[in-house]
């Protein structure tokens, strides 16, 4: 990741989608196609799963080592969600933003909810899975969930597709190529809005 | 240009820019480019240039001809700009619109701003060039005009970027390529706004 420090600061993009709606692999992709983007790792306090490296895909903690972050006033957001708790550590986040890189959070629906309150210049995109039926099949491919979970994870992912009306942008994950250009297309997009270009109207 | 009717209406595009930033340079290149757009042919009073195709370019008519199309409404827009009247022929524009075709229209700020108030779900877009430097070569080298009417166009190519601050987008024209990706990001991005996309929302 490069940075670039021309006293533009960087922009916050959110984006939120149920489990099983292919953020992970399109968060994936999107690290290899852009520079000067910083993901924020979330500090969470469920299992890791198979694969799943601790500081890399999350930082794994104790639900005391989370009570104190959150005491501490060191999360940006945080929630509960299927019985654990996510949060994102809000100083690395500040810190890139005010050196002009662009920082997405993969949040769910609630603290992105949060996050959209406190921060009303946030960019959010919602990830809709294909369909349902892709969805759900994701999920069962998964197969580290038990079938209680994975009903609850559907459940939860019905709820979920409800709120994607608060958001600004709806990505759809037919295919993650598409998806990330997307996601891609939006931050250019974002880049170009004159909010963010009034350097050059008063420059020459 | 395709075209796609699954009932979802067209989004209208506003491009402005003053004489010189390089507009029809990139609207060629966005012609090469963009599907399923159509750029909407201004008809205009001014005297054809060097290599430009009457329907094409413009649809080049007489004064009396053009009041005529006020008279009758037949314009969605119109200004007076260096002498010479420029206006857009509203059915063509809407006719797109209704069969699900973006529809981009090259207009100056006056004409915009109209059509900014008239429509104001259109997207705007200021063509900005790379420097005032630059945009006075391209003035120059353009050589069908006098010393007279350069200085007409540079004077009025402050003005107009001084009116940039009404447009969503700005969009930078140093390289015509770059110029084209972020026009081609924008159009993709609103493509994904949540207000476009709610149909998802209700099916599956």
Redesign the interface.
Known sequence: MKTMNNGEKGRLYVISGPSGAGKSTLVAQLLKRLDNVYFSVSATTREPRRGERDGKDYIFVSRDKFMEMIDKGELLEYAEYVGNYYGTPAAPCDEMLSRGVDVILDIETQGAAKVMKMRPDAIS??L?PG??AQLEERLRLRSTDSEEKIRARLAQARIE??R??M??????NDRVETAA??V???I???K???VN??H??NG?
Chains 1, 2 share one sequence.
């Open positions: 995109m919602f809709f369909s349902f597709c409800g994607a009306e958001y600004k942008y709806i990505i759809i250009d997307e891609e297309a939006i250019t997009a974002e170009c809005r004159t270009r009034l050059y109207l020459d």
